[in-house]
């Protein structure tokens, strides 16, 4: 996979840092709390059901299409890369996240199908970008 740029990146916060970095490593890492439970995507330093302060759990990477779309076209979006699926992907610890599927057209994704992580490399060394492929 090319690098993700000229596609926009997210904010590096103090809270978000090590998700990214993590990313740029392979490595898919949620928000946990320890004392209700829950798991939380997008990284957050306190659980938003009980204040306390979460953990950080390494997530499978496995998963399934809950909700899809597809652009044909996107304004700064590569060429190639085209037309761009957008889905929410149901991890199997349970938080859903938005992202992108690649290597795939939008014929051919259903929801309900099983897809695993992967990772696009961005220009900065400590950011990495978490997409989906059909598996």
């Given at each position: 996979m090319d690098?993700?740029?000229?596609?926009p990146l997210s904010?590096?916060?103090?809270?978000?840092?090590?998700?990214?970095a993590a990313a740029s490593e392979g490595t898919l890492l949620l928000s946990t709390c320890p004392d209700c439970?829950?798991?939380i995507h997008y990284p957050r330093a306190r659980?938003?059901?009980?204040?306390?302060?979460?953990?950080?759990?390494?997530?499978?990477?496995?998963g399934t299409?809950?909700?899809?779309?597809?652009a044909e076209?996107?304004?700064?979006?590569p060429e190639d890369d085209l037309p761009l699926v957008v889905a929410y992907v149901e991890l199997d610890e349970g938080p859903r996240?938005?992202?992108?599927?690649?290597?795939?057209?939008?014929?051919?994704?259903?929801?309900?199908?099983?897809v695993s992580v992967a990772f696009a490399a961005t220009d900065r060394k400590d950011v990495g970008?978490?997409?989906?492929r059909l598996d």
């Open positions: 690098s993700w740029e000229p596609r904010d590096v916060t103090p809270e978000s840092e090590r998700y990214w439970g829950l798991t659980c938003p059901d009980c204040f306390t302060e979460t953990e950080w759990l390494e997530a499978s990477g496995d299409v809950y909700s899809y779309s597809a076209r996107m304004e700064g979006w996240m938005m992202t992108n599927l690649v290597e795939c057209r939008p014929e051919d994704v259903s929801v309900g199908d099983s970008i978490p997409v989906f």
